[in-house]
T-cell receptor, first 114, second 109 residues
Framework: GAVVSQHPSRVICKSGTSVKIECRSLDFQATTMFWYRQFPKKSLMLMATSNEGSKATYEQGVEKDKFLINHASLTLSTLTVTSAHPEDSSFYIC??????????FGQGTRLTVV | KQEVTQIPAALSVPEGENLVLNCSFTDSAIYNLQWFRQDPGKGLTSLLLIQSSQREQTSGRLNASLDKSSGRSTLYIAASQPGDSATYLCAVRADKLIFGTGTRLQVFP
């Protein structure tokens, strides 16, 4: 299957700082990318959907000013957690899809805010 | 709003048993259904994808069925092994992929 690379795999940041997570499709053009959040021992919760060149569509209850999503190219989307707080600590996973094809997932990023 | 539920939430069995994991969804207007495996602290591994027009898919010891009209899918694991221990997630796709609540499986020797 296609490869989606997510970076970093782990990050620790201080409360109040911002952190950026990258999601790259390595061998295909991702017209749509999705960002998920996963709490310990819980399922994946969809945060937002982004189409290349367009503003992201956020799910209900997700603060768009808190979680900034940029999808400026067909191979890269970024999620920036702004002014992070301990409650933002979580596992974040991206997925990428070309058109109506199957979506492929990144390896996830473990964010810890101290 | 699509809701995806998995039963049981957790399962612990001795190796060798045949297992059935259940997934139900509330909106049958889906393109496909996918089963994933997730190891602790890791990303997702896709196991099987069933298109809405299909009834089942098989890969090795895994068999997944889909009854779209009733909003149900089952994942059958034959002759379970300790290496099968993981969390299993089903996900349904319409315009976006919505995940189920997951089943945590432990297979002990």
């Amino acid at each position: 299957g296609a490869v989606v690379s997510q970076h970093p795999s782990r990050v620790i940041c201080k409360s109040g700082t911002s952190v950026k997570i990258e999601c790259r499709s390595l061998d295909f053009q991702a017209t749509t990318m999705f960002w998920y959040r996963q709490f310990p021992k819980k399922s994946l919760m969809l945060m937002a959907t982004s189409n290349e060149g367009s503003k992201a569509t956020y799910e209900q209850g997700v603060e768009k000013d808190k979680f900034l999503i940029n999808h400026a190219s067909l191979t890269l989307s970024t999620l920036t957690v702004t002014s992070a707080h301990p409650e933002d600590s979580s596992f974040y996973i991206c997925s990428a899809r070309m058109g109506g094809q199957e979506a492929f997932f990144g390896q996830g990023t473990r964010l810890t805010v101290v | 709003k699509q809701e995806v539920t998995q039963i049981p939430a957790a399962l612990s069995v001795p190796e060798g048993e045949n297992l059935v994991l259940n997934c139900s969804f509330t909106d049958s207007a889906i393109y496909n259904l996918q089963w994933f495996r997730q190891d602790p602290g890791k990303g997702l591994t896709s196991l099987l994808l069933i298109q809405s027009s299909q009834r089942e898919q098989t890969s090795g010891r895994l068999n997944a069925s889909l009854d779209k009209s009733s909003g149900r899918s089952t994942l059958y694991i034959a002759a379970s092994q300790p290496g099968d221990s993981a969390t299993y997630l089903c996900a349904v796709r319409a315009d976006k992929l919505i995940f189920g609540t997951g089943t945590r499986l432990q297979v002990f020797p």
